[in-house]
């Protein structure tokens, strides 16, 4: 049996058309950038540490406190050791805010950051969980959508 020959045709372009396609190109990959990586560095109202600012002001607590294991709690006042966590991330803000109870003694707290009214139904979730399991967690709720 002999070997098939493969042939490829390749396309003649002039240099005009070489520019624009790779002009072409260029606007895609930027398009496609645009549209499925915005994600990536979504943006909220404030940074997570501007709440933690004014709320662990207002509480005269101490913000960034380390902890002997180098973890470090967010605010930490004479009565709680406080998780501030955006809405989403509720869930992560319960194991956080109970380790942070544990290593300082204190009372657990979060501080759930709730940008929009869309972000309520994460107050509800930490909140029946809480309840449910009798966990020994206070939570506030700081933001536009509380």
Avoid at 8 to 35: D, G, Y
Avoid at 116 to 123: A, E, S
């Amino acid at each position: 049996m002999r070997p098939r020959k493969i042939s490829i045709k390749l396309k003649r372009r002039r240099p005009f058309q070489l520019k624009r396609e790779l002009e072409n190109e260029k606007t895609s990959c930027h398009f496609f950038f645009a549209t499925f990586c915005s994600n990536c560095f979504a943006s909220h109202l404030y940074p997570e540490k501007w709440y933690q600012k004014k709320w662990c002001q207002d509480h005269n607590g101490k913000i960034e406190v380390v902890l002997p294991d180098r973890t470090r709690c967010d605010c930490l006042t004479n009565t709680h050791a406080v998780e501030f966590d955006f809405g989403k991330k509720w869930a992560e803000a319960i194991g956080q805010s109970l380790y942070y109870s544990l290593q300082t003694n204190k009372k657990a707290g979060i501080v759930l950051i709730i940008e929009t009214i869309k972000d309520r139904k994460y107050w509800i979730r930490l909140n029946t969980i809480i309840n449910h399991f009798k966990l020994p967690i206070d939570t506030w709720a700081v933001g536009e959508g509380k």
